[in-house]
């Protein structure tokens, strides 16, 4: 059963969420396609969260806790039949609504290792559930009255060794939403009824000033395609928080948490945005972390932070990239299909919601990708590519560059051992 509200407008969250169950989504169309995202994805699960050292053989016990219309549990449920992985994956959310549609959604790929269950995160001590050996929460610490408590929630029933993938707004990125917030806050105040809230809101954004800085910003899409659950998350929210990336680091340490990787990476790494030599070297004096906060400003186009995390007394163990028998593994896109992106000189440019990011590879780096098919080693294709005349010399150092550009992208990975 659904866990009890923590105050008022937790109250109108959870009405919320069971008059408009957040994503629409129907199931039938899950005939057409696989909604894929992050965090969950269990390609980044082994790699982000285990460092491809965790066994495949060993069975994955995963919570998704928010799991709303199910995009996560049945991705990764999906994911884990595909490949043949033991392990289960746990729905819960208080949402009877949003649990219809899941379990609909799940039934029509024949998804079977789900567990069900319709309570709070926040009931998740002392309720028997778990421990899991992953957990995701997408989208829901920043709507908590004390996100804090929630994600202590989360640690109390991860295994350990395990880890968490989190996704919380971030304010830049959300520039005009929190404005007009405001604005519909006065034009359809929440005591008024949903339905009429969602219309005044609808006729607000027919006729937004052309200076709105809503305009200007293009990472949104709910408004237009998410019908009135997607109008009613956005813009008429009764609470939402966005962190930087300085206050979610300070929550997640505060929880005993450490990031083993913002997602990407490359997103956070501050140098490919700014050319000038100079600033290269003032940017090599700040830690990490001031790195990706310098990252969040400079590019401004950030509306969500997802990241992967562990407790900081069970660090990661990763795989050696350079080690024969990894398996390196296209993270969506198989490796051997990036060459149909590469420029002619050789480069690679991905673009990261309207930011252009070059991604420079070495000459070798087609040849390499053409082999890395997700079952090949290391060691077999330096084979492959001595047979052709490269010296085992040139292929080490053309791979560590080509792992070293696109691991951060997110585009190849390493598969975790049989």
Request: glycine share 8%; charged share 20%.
């Amino acid at each position: 059963m659904p866990g009890a509200m923590t105050d008022a407008i937790d109250t109108r969250l959870a009405a919320q969420y069971e008059a408009y169950p957040y994503p629409r989504r129907d199931p039938r169309e899950e005939a057409k396609r696989l909604i894929i995202g992050s965090p969950g994805h269990l390609r980044e699960i082994d790699y982000w969260v285990f460092g491809a050292t965790r066994p495949a053989s060993r069975p994955l016990h995963a919570l998704i806790a928010g799991g709303g219309t199910g995009d996560a549990t049945v991705m990764l449920a999906q994911h884990m039949a595909r490949a043949q992985r033991p392990g289960s994956v746990t729905w819960l959310d208080r949402s009877a609504g949003a649990l219809r549609i899941a379990q609909e959604r799940a039934a029509v790929r024949g998804l079977t290792d789900i567990v069900w269950e319709q309570r709070s995160l926040l009931d998740l001590p002392g309720s028997g559930l778990g421990p899991f050996d992953y957990i995701d929460c997408c989208g829901v610490l920043h709507h908590l009255s004390d996100p804090a408590e929630g994600l202590r929630a989360l640690v109390s029933v991860l295994a350990p060794g395990g880890g968490l993938g989190l996704m919380v707004y971030a304010p830049h990125g959300r520039t005009g939403v929190y404005m007009l917030q405001d604005a519909l806050r006065l034009l359809a105040p929440p005591e008024e009824a949903a339905p009429a809230r969602i219309e005044t809101a609808r006729r607000v954004l027919r006729h937004l000033p052309e200076t709105a800085w809503f305009r200007f910003n293009h990472n949104f899409q709910d408004h237009i395609t998410g019908g009135d659950a997607g109008v009613h998350d956005l813009l008429l929210n009764p609470r939402d928080r966005a962190y930087t990336v300085p206050q979610l680091a300070a929550l997640l340490e505060a929880a005993g948490l450490e990031v083993t990787a913002w997602m990407e990476p490359l997103r956070y790494d501050p140098l490919p945005l700014l050319p000038d030599p100079k600033l290269h070297a003032r940017v090599e004096r700040l830690d990490l972390l001031a790195r990706a906060a310098l990252a969040e400003a400079l590019a401004g186009n950030m509306s969500v932070h997802v990241v992967y995390c562990r407790r900081r007394s069970e660090p990661v163990a990763w795989a050696d990239p350079m080690d024969p028998g990894a398996v390196p593994v296209g993270r969506e896109v198989p490796a051997p299909e990036l060459h149909r992106f590469l420029q002619p000189d050789g480069g690679l440019t991905l673009v990261m919601d309207g930011l252009r990011v070059p991604v420079r590879l070495p000459a070798l780096a087609p040849a390499i990708l053409g082999l890395a098919d997700g079952c090949r080693t290391v060691g077999e294709i330096a084979a492959a590519l001595e047979a052709r005349g490269t010296s085992p010399a040139g292929f080490a150092r053309a791979w560590r560059e080509t792992f070293r550009a696109l691991e951060p992208a997110n585009r190849l990975l390493l598969a975790p051992p049989a």
